[in-house]
C-alpha cells in the first residue's frame, strides 16, 4: 500500500527549514563558548606573563641597585683608604734624628761622617691595563697613590775598608733597612795620612716605621713576624 502525506509541502519545508536553523544556532552558542573560553584562558596567561615580567624586571633593578651601591661603597672605601694614606704620609714614621742616630751608632770606632743627604720617594702602583668598566678604572685611578721609602746617601772617612765593612754590615742588620749598597770606597790623604773616602747608598723598607725597631722581640713576635730582629744601637767589632 501506498502512503499518503496529508501535509502541505511549505508545512514539510518550513519544518525542515526550522530545525536546520535550530542546529545551526546550537552550533553557533557552541563556536562562540568555545571562543570566549579560549579568549579567556589566553588573557589569564597574558597576565601571569605580565606578571612574571614584571617581577623579573623588578628583580633586575633590585640587583642593579645594589650592585650600583655596592660599586659606591668599594669606591668611597678606595677614597677614604687614600686619604687615611696621605694623612699617614705626613705624619714622619721615621724622624730625621732617629735616622741620623742609627748611622752613628753603625760607625766603626775609625770611621766619621763628613755629609748626609736625606730624600724620600713615593712609589708609584702603575693601574691595571684590563680596566674596561667605570668602577675598575675609577678603583685603578685610586690605587695609584702607592708607598713611600727613605733613602740616605752618606759620606764618610775611615781608617781602612774594613771599617768601611763594618759600618755597612750594622746597617744592614738594622730591621728598618731594605737595602745598604757601597757606591764607592777611594784613597784620600788628609794631612798626609791616607785614609778611604767612602760613599754608602741606604734605603729604607717602604713605609718604615720608627716604632716597629723600637718594639721588643716579643711584642713583634705577637703582632705575627715569624723571626723578629731586635734594634741594635751599638756596634760589631
Known sequence: MSTINLLPDDYVKRGLQKRANLMCLILFGVTMCA?????????????????????????????????QQMQELETRK???????????????????????GMVTNALPENASLTRLDLDVKRIV????????TKF?????????????????????LAATDVDVARLIANLARNSLTGSVDLVYSQEKIIDKTPVREFQVHIE????ADSLQALMPPESLAKAGNDKPKAFRTGVTE
Open 35 to 67: 571562543v570566549v573560553a579560549a579568549a579567556l584562558v589566553s588573557e589569564q596567561s597574558t597576565k601571569k606573563s605580565r606578571e612574571v615580567c614584571r617581577q623579573v624586571d623588578a628583580s633586575y633593578a633590585q640587583a642593579a641597585k645594589l650592585i
Open 78 to 100: 678606595q677614597e677614604m683608604l687614600v686619604k687615611a694614606q696621605n694623612v699617614s704620609q705626613l705624619l714622619e714614621r721615621t724622624p730625621r734624628s732617629y735616622l741620623l
Open 125 to 132: 702602583v702603575a693601574p691595571p691595563k684590563d680596566a674596561k
Open 136 to 156: 675598575e678604572a675609577k678603583s685603578a685611578q685610586a690605587g695609584k697613590t702607592g708607598n713611600t721609602t727613605v733613602v740616605l746617601d752618606i759620606v764618610g
Open 204 to 207: 729604607l723598607k717602604p713605609n
